[in-house]
């Protein structure tokens, strides 16, 4: 036993427990890593966190001491508690604020551009509006069928914007793989880039020359031709850290402040989404985002949707709301249980 039973054992606030249906996840949102707990240890936690070590083993049946002593050198070990001595020293360990908030009345919005439906002006001035709503995170995709040279005039006015923006784009047979590397090098504003629709050797990531850029600009066989390829729920595009957090908890973790133009030009919370607000050449945005039926879905927060609010990966988790017929349902293409905790 490497402590004192008269200690007091306090949660370190950025790591913080959450109960999933048939066990726990610590949170180590600082480090950005998580572990597996029992959901006897997470009601541990939760009913002893700053209180005397001999308390949880005064409440714990003598058989089972041994078990306590395993979790507490797992939470020792991980540092996701720390041991005092000193009670007056308690009130120096606050808790975690997990209030969420942005500096901005958007902080993301998404795209689809496929025919050349509308202006460039259309889009620039739209492009405009966002960025006056504070918008820092604009994700473009390209369809096939849609104009390059278009494309080119977008990321040249983007130039002037202070949103980064992650291009989605086919890739184009006539042009060289390294095209798409000088595309992302000539505009300072494209954050990455995903070429889809490939299929040849990437072997040329392995030249000196390429090797930095592939970070930025990925090569998928994977075929986008529309916007129904989004919403895949998976560990590979879970996050863990505190914005992510902080915002899950009150917010859906994918259209909170978000807006999207689809294919079509209709402006909306989702490309994939049916409900349109009016359209990119004749609507206003700032009136858009400003009425409540726009920003109804923004407090669909993971713990009122069914399913996901047993989940233990809920504040990880991107959220998506389309694909399903009730407003609160599971995202359709989540595959995970959590109460076999499979994977399907
Ligand atoms: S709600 Fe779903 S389909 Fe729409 S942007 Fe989010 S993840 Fe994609
Ligand atoms: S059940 Fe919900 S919270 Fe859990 S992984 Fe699936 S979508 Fe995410």
């Known amino acids: ?3 004192d039973l008269n200690d007091h054992m306090v949660m370190v606030a950025n790591c913080i427990p959450v109960k999933g249906y048939s066990r ?8 950005e890593t998580f572990d597996f707990i029992p959901n006897d240890l997470y009601d541990i936690l939760s009913k002893y966190n700053k209180r005397e070590l001999t308390t949880v083993f005064g409440d714990t049946p003598k058989e089972f001491h041994h078990v306590l002593d395993e979790y507490f050198d797992f939470l020792l070990e991980k540092e996701y508690v720390l041991l005092t001595n000193r009670p007056d020293e308690l009130a120096c360990f606050p808790d975690l604020n997990l209030e969420w908030d942005a500096p901005a009345t958007i902080t993301n919005a998404i795209i689809d551009i496929r025919q050349p439906l509308f202006d460039q002006k259309d889009y620039s001035r739209f492009l405009k509006d966002l960025n006056d709503l504070g918008c820092t995170h604009l994700q473009v995709r390209f369809f096939p069928g849609y104009n390059h040279n278009m494309a080119l005039r977008l990321f040249e006015f983007l130039n002037d914007l202070d949103m ?5 784009i086919p890739y184009d047979t006539a042009r060289p793989p390294g095209y798409y590397i000088n595309l992302y090098q000539h505009y300072q504003k494209i954050h990455s880039i995903t070429v889809f629709d490939f299929h040849q050797e990437l072997d040329f990531f392995k030249k000196e020359d390429y090797r930095p850029f592939s970070q930025h600009v990925h090569f998928t066989s994977e075929a986008v031709t529309d916007q129904s390829h989004c919403g895949i729920i998976s560990p590979a595009y879970f996050s863990v850290n ?10 859906n973790s994918c259209l909170n402040r978000k807006v999207a133009v689809d294919q079509f030009g209709n402006i909306k919370n989702c490309p994939s989404l049916t409900k349109s607000y009016g359209q990119i050449n004749s609507s206003s945005l700032k009136d858009i985002v400003k009425s409540d039926v726009f920003k109804e879905c923004w407090t669909i927060s993971k713990d009122k949707i069914s399913i996901c609010r047993m989940c233990e990966f809920r504040y990880m988790c991107t959220d998506c709301r389309a694909f399903v017929s009730d407003a ?12 076999t905790c499979e994977w399907t």
């Open 1 to 3: 036993m490497k402590y």
């Open 24 to 31: 726990s996840i610590i949170y180590d949102l600082y480090r």
């Open 164 to 168: 980064l923006c992650e291009v989605v």
């Open 242 to 251: 505190i914005p992510m957090f902080t915002e899950s908890l009150q917010f």
């Open 328 to 339: 609160t349902d599971k995202p359709l293409k989540c595959r995970y249980n959590p109460i």
